[in-house]
């Protein structure tokens, strides 16, 4: 198995808010980009990176070891860049993460690649443990059964050839890969989730994922 993490980090974080980009802010001394690049460089199943970039942040691309490529309108026309530019074909799967996720650990990357030893797909998630329901205008319209409920995370990871044709036979956007996963009528092993493994959207986001650093390394703040 030769496995390559495409990290989509062409988005512009509007929900962050910010300066810049929210890949692009400082987190524990580096911006939140470095710690999700070093998380994937620094595995050692992990073969190659391309990184997926908007295109009005290809300047500030100051990376090695990696392969940029440029993203595209939503999500999945960054993975489809991705894939595009992965073009070793010795490379056999691909394990595709959001950028907005800086925390991820070496034990989620394992446990994916462990996964798709037995599955075309793999991808964490964690069960939904709280209730559920819909609302409007600040009042409770109804409530939501959470049994078989999960709240996906990624890296998400697929036999390459697999999720290649998934996606081109996929033309709209999707709210994850497993979604065009399932499409393609391949199967996705859920794999152990990490509450830790946050994807920074929101401002608040960016005080957790450093106190996670923080506890994890001692990391100083940025
Ligand atoms: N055209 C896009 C849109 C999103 N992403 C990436 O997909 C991941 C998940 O998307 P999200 O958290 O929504 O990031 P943004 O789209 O940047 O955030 P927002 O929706 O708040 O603008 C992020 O790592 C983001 O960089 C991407 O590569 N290309
Ligand atoms: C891919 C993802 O992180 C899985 O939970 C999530 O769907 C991304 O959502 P976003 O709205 O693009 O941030």
């Not at 907005?100 to 690649?113: G, K």
């Not at 939501?144 to 999720?163: C, M, S, V």
């Amino acid at each position: 198995m030769t496995c390559a993490a495409i990290i989509v980090a062409a988005g512009r974080g509007l929900r962050a808010g910010g300066p810049v980009a929210k890949q692009w802010q400082p987190l524990c001394g580096k911006r939140v980009i470095d710690h999700t690049v070093t998380a994937f460089l620094s595995h050692p199943r992990i073969d190659r990176v391309v990184l997926v970039l908007h295109a009005d942040d290809l300047g500030d691309a100051d990376f090695d070891g990696v392969t940029l490529t440029t993203g595209g309108a939503d999500r999945a026309a960054s993975v489809r860049a991705g894939l595009a530019a992965l073009t070793d074909p010795a490379v056999t799967h691909v394990l595709i993460h959001d950028v907005a996720r800086p925390c991820v650990t070496a034990r989620t990357i394992s446990d994916v690649i462990d996964a798709l030893d037995h599955s075309p797909g793999a991808a964490p998630a964690l069960p939904v443990t709280d209730a559920l329901w819909t609302g409007a205008d600040g009042r409770v319209t109804g409530t939501q059964d959470r049994t078989g409920l999960y709240r996906a995370q990624t890296p998400q990871g697929f036999d390459r050839a697999a999720i290649t044709a998934a996606h081109a036979a996929h033309a709209s956007n999707a709210a994850d890969d497993v979604e065009v996963a399932r499409a393609a009528g391949l199967d996705v092993a859920i794999v152990a989730g990490d509450e830790d493994n946050l994807k920074i959207t929101h401002p608040a986001d960016f005080d957790r994922a450093a106190r996670i650093l923080r506890g994890r390394n001692g990391h100083q703040t940025g």
